[in-house]
Structures are given as structure tokens and as C-alpha cells.
């Protein structure tokens, strides 16, 4: 199928380091994107991986590694606003609709 | 300014009674779709378009109808909604599927 699994939740305080970890299974895969939610409003997209290796942009950075059917977010010097959930959204060849992942809410203490 | 607009924000429906959400972008995206999110079950897609007269199933396209006859408009139809359609709901474009969503702000839809 084309389901992804990244935690549900992540805790992490303020100019710290998280990675938001994602699996999928490989069949039909052929790229992974990531987005942010704020409560209340609307996903924001944040990076796209086809291939494997990192993409930075500014202090966030996603990176795939196809072999191992995983990818993740890392987002450095946490802000209180980067409170929001997550998600790891793939695309499947052949298959033009997205599959999204459940979420992962990353709260941000002081 | 670049974005997706949709309508209405807010939407109380009884069973039955068809409604239509309408949804416009202005950034001659070529790719659109609409998902649902419900707690605990993430964003699921109902229908997308790759073009114009060019439409597919998501994941749970039962009870909806879309259209695409411009390539700015992609109108999400609910010919006899029920409770279980119950959802905030999303619009999204895109210039192609190598590119993110721009998503619109949502639609919050009860049908009792």
C-alpha cells in the first residue's frame, strides 16, 4: 500500500534540534514532501525529496534515503511559532493523488 | 496575490439538501485537488485534476462530484451530504506533482 508511519507527537524546547522521522513502504514510491499545520489553518508546504540526500531550506532540512524506505525533517534552532504538525506526504508513479501521513504535533516548550 | 480561494469558510447543511464548494486559483496551476481532515485520519484526498476535463478518485471519492471545466475552477459537489461527510475540507493546486500544494484556507462543513 502506500502508507507512511512518522510519531504522533514530539516534544522539544526552544533553540533546539528535532527530527521528525517518516517509513513508507517502497512499492510506487517516487517522492516524499513535508508540511506544516497550524491549529486552525491551512498546510503549508515545506520541502520536496525525489532523490536521495538533503534539502535545506534555511533552518528546516529534509532529507530521503530510498534504500532504507525512510525520511525525515530536521528542524534547528526551534522557534515557539514552529509549534504545528507535521506531515510526510508521498507520491506514488502512476498514481497521481498524495498519500499523507497522520501528523506529527511538535510542541515547542521555552 | 498568488492563492487558492475557496468558499464558503463555514457551512451548516442539512442531509440531503446538494451543496457545492466552490474553489478558484489564480497561478494557471495545471494540478488540482481536494482533500477532507478528520482527527486522527490526517488529510485523506477525495478527487484531483491533472487538467482541464481531466479528473480521478483519491482515497475517498464516495458522495463527491468534481468538475474542472476552467482551468482556475475546481468546484467540490455534495449531491445529498450525510453526518459522516461531516470535515474541514481543503482545496490545493499545484504546477505540477514534482512541486508542493498551495492549499486554500478550508471549509468547514456540518451536516446534520
Known amino acids: 500500500g502506500q502508507s507512511l508511519e512518522q510519531p504522533s507527537e514530539v516534544t522539544a524546547v526552544e533553540g533546539a534540534i528535532v527530527q521528525i522521522n517518516c517509513t513508507y513502504q517502497t512499492s510506487g514510491f517516487y517522492g516524499l514532501s513535508w508540511y506544516q499545520q497550524h491549529d486552525g489553518g491551512a498546510p503549508t508546504f515545506l520541502s520536496y525529496?525525489?532523490?536521495?540526500g538533503l534539502e535545506e531550506t534555511g533552518r528546516f532540512s529534509s532529507f530521503l534515503s530510498r534504500s532504507d524506505s525512510y525520511g525525515y525533517l530536521l528542524l534547528q534552532e526551534l522557534q515557539m511559532k514552529d509549534s504545528a504538525s507535521y506531515f510526510c506526504?508521498?507520491?506514488?508513479?502512476?498514481?497521481?493523488?498524495?498519500?499523507f501521513g497522520s501528523g506529527t504535533r511538535l510542541q515547542v516548550q521555552p | 496575490e498568488a492563492q487558492v480561494t475557496q468558499n464558503p469558510r463555514y457551512l451548516i447543511t442539512v442531509t440531503g439538501k446538494k451543496l457545492t464548494v466552490t474553489c478558484s486559483q489564480n497561478?494557471?496551476?495545471?494540478?488540482m485537488s481536494w482533500y477532507r481532515q478528520d482527527p486522527g485520519l490526517g488529510l485523506r484526498q477525495i478527487y484531483y485534476s491533472m487538467n482541464v476535463e481531466v479528473t480521478d478518485k483519491g482515497d475517498v471519492p464516495e458522495g463527491y462530484k468534481v468538475s474542472r471545466k476552467e482551468k482556475r475552477n475546481f468546484p467540490l459537489i455534495l449531491e445529498s451530504p450525510s453526518p459522516n461527510q461531516t470535515s474541514l475540507y481543503f482545496c490545493?493546486?499545484?504546477?505540477?506533482?514534482?512541486?508542493?500544494?498551495?492549499f486554500g484556507s478550508g471549509t468547514r462543513l456540518t451536516v446534520v
Open positions: 506526504v508521498r507520491g506514488d508513479t502512476g498514481r497521481r493523488a498524495l498519500t
Open positions: 497561478m494557471n496551476h495545471e494540478y
Open positions: 525529496n525525489a532523490l536521495d
Open positions: 490545493a493546486s499545484s504546477p505540477s506533482t514534482a512541486y508542493g500544494y498551495t
